[in-house]
Every structure is written in structure tokens, then in C-alpha cells.
């Protein structure tokens, strides 16, 4: 029998698009004029007690199969002491991500770059684009490390990663949480995109995908300011299914975690079939779903996957004013800072934009917390000062 909580801020949806939370005391204003600079980035999320540091490095994987990346560039973000550092802007992000290392990305490119991942909303120039790309980010280039061992976050495959969470690994990084990121190289077509593939096809790249990250997980094993024995892995989009698959695996994953990614639904690399075969008695960890409440502009309202009640313990946080492009950072925050209202279908704009990403922020901190560090508030302060309705939770414990 499932013992289900439906916490205080279960409440109806908002009733209307225009109601919006209330304006945050640290917000910073964001004047949109082309010579003017960008407010933060970070709208009123708050930097936790850490000063936060980045760095990427390369990662060989020796022995990799044929066909498979032979190595992997790794980006961390983590807690760091050198808060006198300069910070780091969103286009310096852009810049370590190009494949290209040899060649500087010019303006056009970097736009380019940020309009996609924004799913280019209407009606934004050139020089608003500039303005974010020049804004600055929290953390700080090889900044020193923090003293002690840090609990991990591990990303899922999925990809862009670098630049479309970054908010969110910083936010996880200044809360003392090292956040890694695996991105395949010496590879043609990294993990190729499900569409198109056969069956078997599919199968292959799920599997290479695992095994990059368990040799990941071994190497991160390894280091003395990481705490990899209680590993959170963390999952957007379709990277849900490797997430998965990597904790049936591994006992170092201790809590698995989706930001609106097919965690235990509508995977895309395996059949229906598949999932609903799996034995559940690997599920043996706690999984939590974040997901939105209209998948895209128009379409019906989505709801609590059934396996979740099959889990030990589960929880499912739904934002019935989100939908799947708001769950990332250009598609969701920036819109959101910008106060931008005319956005793409995949998402909705404006001060819900805002308010829905700093609170899936919030969130993922309040899950790992919860589990990782086994802290005991009450999680509807992952929720305060949003309007009723705007977030809604329910946990799931098993009760054999």
C-alpha cells in the first residue's frame, strides 16, 4: 500500500496566465536598450555559502570499444575558496564549450549559439543578445577548491548540458555539491539522436552512453574532494533512460533525479515493452520527477507516471504553468529575466518563466538534501513565496 503525501502546496493551478509571483527582493533590473548592461542572470536565486569555481578537463577512456569516444571532456562546476576571481560570463561558457579549441567564436556565432538554445523566441535583437552573452555567471574560472570531500552530482547524457544548466550546477556547486558534466570526443556523431535509428541501433547508443558514464563514475571514484559513494545522478530530456540504467548499476548512485526527462516514462531508446518489464526491486533507490504541466503550448496537461508508486520512494513535483522548454536555462530563465512574453511553443514566458526555473532549482537542492545530506525541513520552503498552485508535490513511500 502507497503511503501518499500531498503537501500544503498542492493546491488548484493558477487561475489565470496573468498571475505571477510575487517580484523577489534580490532580483536585479534588466534593462533590455542594446549599450545598457544586463541585470543577473540569476534572477532571485541566491548564491549559497560557497564561492563557485569551473573548470573542464580531458578525461582519457582507454580500451573503449569501436565505434564508442575514446575520450571524454569532463566540465565541473564546484564549491571554491577564490571569491576575489573575476566571474565568468555566458559567452565565456559558449567559448569552453566549442569543439574548436584552436579558433575564437565571433559575435554572430555566439548569438547564434544562445538564439537556438532560447529555441529563438520572436522579436529578441541582436544587441539584447549581446547583453546576455556579456552578463556575468557566478562562477569563476579554475578557482581554488573548497577544503574537504564534496557529494556529487553526476549529469546523464543529454546533449549541451554545459551551457543549458548551467545556472542550476552553479547553484548546486555554491550549496557545497561538485556537479560533473561528460561530453563524448574523438567521436563522429556523439550518441546520435534516437530519431531514425533501428531498434538495435538504439540499443547500442544506450549502452555506450552507460558505459561512458560508469567509467566517469570510476575516475571521479578516484578523486579525494569528491564524495562518490553517495552519488545524485541528475537527468534533463531524453537522458532520462541512461540515468536509470546507471543506478540499477551502481551502487554509488543513491538518488536519481529528472528535470522533466524520461526517468521512468516515455523513454525514447527503449520500446514500452521495455519499461514495463522492468523489475522494480532494482529501482532501489529514491527517484524524483520534475516535470511540467502542458508539454508543449496547447497540449493536455501531464501527469504522475504510474511506475513511480512502484519505487521505495519517489517523489513527483509538477508545475502545471511550465511546459518541457522552460526546464533549462536559455529556454526558461533568460525568457523569464527578459520578461519576455512571445517565446516558442516548447515553453511559456514572462515572470512564469522566471519563477518556474528558480523554483526547479530550488527543488533539485531541496531532493539532494533531503537524501544526500539528510536534511529534515520541510519541503514546502522549496515553494516559499510562490503563489498556491504554482508548484505541486506528492511523495511516495512503499509500505511492504
Known amino acids: 500500500m502507497n503511503e501518499k503525501l500531498l503537501l500544503l502546496i498542492v493546491c488548484s493551478a493558477l487561475a489565470c496566465c496573468d498571475q505571477?509571483?510575487?517580484?523577489?527582493?534580490?532580483?536585479?533590473?534588466?534593462?533590455?536598450?542594446?549599450?545598457?548592461?544586463?541585470?543577473?542572470?540569476?534572477?532571485?536565486?541566491?548564491?549559497?555559502?560557497?564561492?563557485v569555481g569551473f573548470r573542464k578537463e580531458r578525461l582519457p577512456l582507454p580500451s573503449a570499444p569501436?565505434?564508442?569516444?575514446?575520450?571524454?571532456?569532463?566540465?565541473?562546476?564546484?564549491?571554491?575558496?577564490?571569491e576575489a576571481a573575476?566571474?565568468?560570463?555566458?559567452?565565456?561558457?559558449?567559448?569552453?564549450?566549442?569543439?574548436?579549441?584552436?579558433?575564437?567564436?565571433?559575435?554572430?556565432?555566439?548569438?547564434?549559439?544562445?538564439?537556438?538554445?532560447?529555441?529563438?523566441?520572436?522579436?529578441?535583437?541582436?544587441?539584447?543578445?549581446?547583453?546576455?552573452?556579456?552578463?556575468p555567471m557566478w562562477a569563476s574560472a579554475d578557482a581554488a577548491l573548497a577544503d574537504g570531500?564534496?557529494?556529487?552530482?553526476?549529469?546523464?547524457?543529454?546533449?549541451?548540458?554545459?551551457?543549458?544548466?548551467?545556472?542550476?550546477?552553479?547553484?548546486?556547486?555554491?550549496?557545497?555539491?561538485?556537479?560533473?558534466?561528460?561530453?563524448?570526443?574523438?567521436?563522429?556523431?556523439?550518441?546520435?539522436?534516437?530519431?531514425?535509428?533501428?531498434?538495435?541501433?538504439k540499443s547500442r547508443a544506450l549502452e555506450a552512453q552507460v558505459r561512458m558514464l560508469e567509467r566517469v563514475l570510476d575516475a571521479l571514484s578516484t578523486r579525494d574532494w569528491i564524495e562518490a559513494n553517495a552519488t545524485s545522478i541528475l537527468a534533463w530530456s531524453y537522458g532520462g533512460e541512461s540515468a536509470g540504467r546507471l543506478q540499477r548499476r551502481r551502487s554509488e548512485v543513491t538518488l536519481a533525479i529528472?528535470?522533466?526527462?524520461?526517468?521512468?516514462?516515455?523513454?525514447?531508446?527503449?520500446?514500452?515493452?521495455?519499461?514495463?518489464?522492468?523489475?522494480?526491486?532494482e529501482l532501489?533507490?529514491?527517484?524524483?520527477?520534475?516535470?511540467?504541466?502542458?508539454?508543449?503550448?496547447?497540449?493536455a496537461s501531464s501527469t504522475r507516471p504510474p511506475l513511480l508508486a512502484e519505487i521505495e520512494e519517489s517523489w513527483f513535483v509538477r508545475f502545471p504553468e511550465l511546459s518541457h522548454g522552460n526546464f533549462n536555462f536559455p529556454g526558461g530563465m533568460i525568457p523569464g529575466v527578459l520578461n519576455l512574453t512571445e517565446v516558442s511553443r516548447w515553453a511559456v514566458g514572462g515572470e512564469h518563466a522566471r519563477a518556474g526555473y528558480e523554483a526547479i532549482c530550488r527543488h533539485v537542492l531541496g531532493l539532494a538534501d533531503r537524501h544526500v545530506r539528510h536534511d529534515t525541513r520541510d519541503p514546502a520552503q522549496w515553494s516559499a513565496e510562490?503563489?498556491?498552485?504554482?508548484?505541486?508535490?506528492?511523495?511516495?513511500?512503499?509500505?511492504?
Do not use: C
Not at 510575487?22 to 548564491?47: D, F, Y
Not at 555566439?110 to 556579456?134: C, K, N, Y
Open 20 to 51: 505571477t509571483p510575487p517580484a523577489a527582493k534580490t532580483r536585479s533590473p534588466v534593462t533590455l536598450a542594446g549599450s545598457a548592461a544586463i541585470g543577473a542572470l540569476s534572477g532571485s536565486l541566491e548564491q549559497g555559502p560557497h564561492a
Open 66 to 82: 569501436s565505434g564508442e569516444p575514446s575520450s571524454t571532456d569532463l566540465y565541473f562546476w564546484y564549491p571554491a575558496t577564490n
Open 86 to 135: 573575476p566571474s565568468m560570463t555566458l559567452a565565456d561558457y559558449y567559448r569552453v564549450q566549442q569543439d574548436d579549441e584552436h579558433s575564437e567564436p565571433d559575435g554572430a556565432k555566439l548569438r547564434d549559439r544562445l538564439l537556438e538554445d532560447m529555441t529563438s523566441p520572436p522579436g529578441i535583437d541582436a544587441s539584447t543578445l549581446d547583453a546576455v552573452l556579456a552578463a
Open 149 to 201: 570531500a564534496h557529494p556529487l552530482v553526476l549529469w546523464s547524457y543529454r546533449d549541451s548540458v554545459p551551457t543549458m544548466q548551467t545556472l542550476l550546477n552553479e547553484y548546486l556547486a555554491s550549496h557545497g555539491y561538485v556537479v560533473a558534466f561528460a561530453w563524448p570526443r574523438d567521436h563522429a556523431t556523439p550518441f546520435p539522436w534516437q530519431q531514425g535509428l533501428s531498434v538495435d541501433e
Open 258 to 281: 529528472g528535470v522533466d526527462a524520461t526517468l521512468v516514462s516515455g523513454w525514447v531508446y527503449e520500446s514500452a515493452e521495455a519499461l514495463e518489464a522492468l523489475d522494480r526491486r
Open 284 to 299: 532501489s533507490v529514491p527517484y524524483a520527477l520534475l516535470r511540467n504541466g502542458r508539454p508543449f503550448i496547447g497540449a
Open 386 to 400: 510562490l503563489p498556491e498552485g504554482f508548484v505541486e508535490i506528492e511523495r511516495h513511500r512503499r509500505q511492504e
